[in-house]
């Protein structure tokens, strides 16, 4: 999911998502390189995080280090 959303932030939503369920991986999608301080509040939630503009080569990379047996 991306970081910024309409009504809602990508924070935001996880810990929505988290309430539900703590095992589903995330990976945070962000255009804007992260404060320190704001992806510390977020590394609890998220399993990865990719810095767009990301290559195809770098998001499939990022779906096998979370799901080892991902095949595309």
């Not at 703590?22 to 945070?28: E, F, L, V, Y």
Request: proline share 8%.
């Amino acid at each position: 999911m991306d970081f910024s959303m309409p009504g809602m932030t990508g924070l935001e939503t996880l810990k929505e998502i988290k309430k539900i369920t703590k095992d589903t991986p995330a990976i945070m999608l962000t255009g804007i390189n992260l404060d320190p301080e704001i992806k510390a509040k977020i590394e609890p939630y998220v399993s990865e995080f990719l810095i767009k503009p990301f290559t195809h080569t770098e998001l499939y990379a990022t779906l096998k280090k979370i799901f080892p047996d991902f095949n595309a």
